[in-house]
């Protein structure tokens, strides 16, 4: 048996791995995150609300319609995008010319209803997700087990990053995209309808949101809290990795992942802090984030 | 002597509040709306006359109303000690956090004071002398100086009164002196005041650290009244009533926070039994229409109609 620190290595095998699957969701959400706020100016603390709604949308899939995980991958980031359509047009439309602030206080509201709401219809206990036949079970790589679900979140979900990073930083539309965040009254005047393109952008990011709730669902538990502690933890990777940069956001969402998990095995009581503790290390050494530029 | 209508406002509802615990409206009520009427006046320092939002000032609350609630139990302090350690606590703990906080501004500010409160969360959650998620119950009231005891509803009442008139006069004395409009100059335009040699960082600092102590205060207060510290006054909801109280009642004016309070907490009140899981959605929705409708909060909204009034 190898020992590193006393400490076996298939704990700090497995701790890297629960560790990564997390950071497979910061990364997720981060990007997301970054991306709305590239475009429209507002700090979207309903991204925690979002990522919960899909996780239940994937959960009454099932439970009300039969509808199982395949379709829920396609189905609840679909659903959540369409909400997010319609508070875009209802509520946020409207405060792209006032200070930020106020986006970031409309969508806490936001995320208080959506919290309050299910506690109510679902209660407050949490709710487990069978994980999908095809993706049960461990698979033997020599030196230890991997469940094979674990791995199918970290792959997906960096795929998924790897797609929206090439769609923003490498394509046509991606450009379009970032020449109206610049600069929105000279894109509008070539032709190309802007304020469409933010309520898809706007639709787009939540629907990753609602997605990285899909993929959550069967190794957590699904329950109504699961949002609101998680999108603080993201906004600190934000800060840590500088809102502007899309890649940044998701390096540093894996990274901190990866520091967490290893510090779940090293000294336990810190894992729910190191997240916070590295922001402020950060903060003091590079105000601007790992990534940003100021 | 030329009074002034605000001030015959002010006189007329201090007198009402003397008056309020004989004509049977309960003490203990009376007092918590006092006590967040403190808090949010603190945090209107910052959101209202520095254009700065915190998301940490729930920490300040929590964190100071656990250290009185600790000198009182366990080390069996005096209350007028208790409440100045408690309200110190959140001063060297507004210091710390500024510290690192005011190194961005804006919406950055904002979310990096929520994560920080995070932390402070979880420090309490795993500190040994906080008691976990049971909190410190059975805090007693003690006396003042060995002069007045304040186990009866009716002197601590008074006491808090007395305490939040102090603090409501410090506060527009703060706003009014030539540091207050040093403020406003900066949440106006920041470069500009730079540029005419205020140093606008050591300004915020200071502004944070001042409102962190009065927050810490208002927390020490609240043990003291209603005898228990608990985890949920460190949590981000906390934070979140706050805000919607200073926003509800007006941003920036100085009876709005104190209005904003009075409603948030009445409404709790009035809900919490009945409607369960609902009074959140109810909160929600009052920081939605807030947003939406009207973003100078009720006391503003009605200045700035008697302004057009005035002009018309």
Request: no cysteine; charged share 10%; hydrophobic share 35%.
């Given at each position: 048996m190898t020992d590193i620190f006393g400490i076996p290595i298939q704990v700090i095998l497995g701790q890297l791995l629960l560790g990564l699957v997390n950071g497979s969701f910061y990364a997720m959400l981060s990007l997301g995150l970054a991306v709305i706020f590239g475009l429209l100016g507002v700090v979207n603390f309903a991204h925690g609300a979002f990522y919960m709604l899909g996780a239940y949308a994937t959960w009454v899939l099932l439970d009300v319609f039969g509808l199982g995980y395949w379709w829920a991958l396609l189905l609840s980031p679909l659903a959540i995008g369409l909400i997010g359509i319609i508070l875009e047009r209802l509520f946020l439309r409207h405060l792209y010319k006032v200070d930020p602030l106020y986006g970031l206080l409309l969508t806490f509201g936001l995320s208080l209803i959506a919290e309050g709401v299910l506690r109510e219809v679902f209660g407050s206990s949490g709710q487990t997700y069978p994980v999908p036949e095809l993706l049960q079970g461990t698979m033997d790589v020599g030196f230890m087990n991997l469940p094979i679900y674990r791995v199918w979140v970290i792959v997906s979900s960096l795929t998924i990053c790897f797609f929206t990073w090439y769609l923003i930083e490498r394509t046509r539309l991606g450009a379009t995209l970032r020449a109206a965040t610049e600069n929105p009254k000279l894109v509008q005047a070539f032709g190309i309808n802007v304020p469409i393109i933010v309520m898809f952008t706007y639709a787009g990011g939540v629907a990753l949101a609602a997605l990285a709730g899909v993929l959550s669902a069967p190794v957590i538990q699904v329950s109504p809290l699961m949002g609101s502690s998680l999108v603080i933890v993201v906004f600190a990777v934000v800060v840590i990795g500088g809102m502007g940069s899309i890649m940044g956001s998701i390096l540093s969402g894996v990274g901190l992942g990866i520091i967490e998990g290893f510090t779940k095995v090293l000294y336990p009581e810190a894992s729910n802090i190191v997240v916070f503790l590295i922001m402020a290390i950060v903060l003091c050494w590079r105000p601007a984030g790992l990534f940003g530029k100021e | 002597m030329q009074i002034s209508r605000t001030n015959i406002f002010y006189i007329v509802l201090l007198l009402l509040a003397l008056l309020a615990p004989w004509v049977g409206v309960y003490p203990i009520f009376l007092m918590t709306i006092i006590c967040y009427a403190i808090f949010a006046c603190a945090f209107n320092l910052m959101l209202g006359y520095s254009g700065m939002l915190s998301f940490v000032h729930a920490a300040y609350f929590g964190v100071s109303s656990y250290v009185t609630a600790w000198l009182l139990t366990a080390n069996a302090w005096s209350t007028p000690g208790a409440l100045l350690v408690g309200a110190l606590a959140s001063t060297v703990l507004g210091l710390l956090i500024g510290l690192i906080a005011i190194r961005r501004s804006g919406i950055y500010f904002a979310m990096i004071t929520l994560a920080l409160a995070q932390l402070v969360y979880f420090v309490c959650l795993q500190?040994?002398?906080?008691?976990?998620?049971?909190?410190?119950?059975?805090v007693p009231r003690g006396d003042l100086f060995g002069l007045?005891?304040?186990?009866?509803d009716l002197s601590m009442y008074y006491f808090v009164v007395v305490v939040f008139v102090l603090i409501f006069l410090f506060i527009q004395r703060i706003v009014h002196s030539p540091f207050g409009q040093i403020l406003k100059a900066i949440r106006e335009n920041e470069p500009r005041a730079e540029s005419l040699g205020y140093f606008a960082d050591h300004q915020k600092l200071l502004v944070f650290v001042l409102s962190s102590t009065l927050a810490g205060l208002a927390g020490s207060l609240k043990t003291l009244v209603l005898g228990f510290a608990t985890l949920s006054d460190v949590l981000q909801s906390t934070s979140g009533e706050v805000i919607l109280m200073t926003m509800l009642g007006?941003?920036?004016?100085?009876f709005g926070p104190v209005l904003g309070s009075a409603i948030v907490v009445a409404l709790q009140n009035l809900l919490s039994d009945r409607v369960g899981s609902w009074v959140t959605v109810i909160i929600g929705a009052i920081f939605v229409i807030c947003v939406m409708a009207f973003r100078r909060g009720i006391v503003g909204e009605w200045l700035a109609y008697q302004d057009r009034k005035r002009s018309a």
């Open positions: - | 500190a040994p002398f906080m008691g976990g998620e049971n909190g410190i119950q059975g007045i005891s304040l186990t009866d007006g941003a920036g004016t100085f």
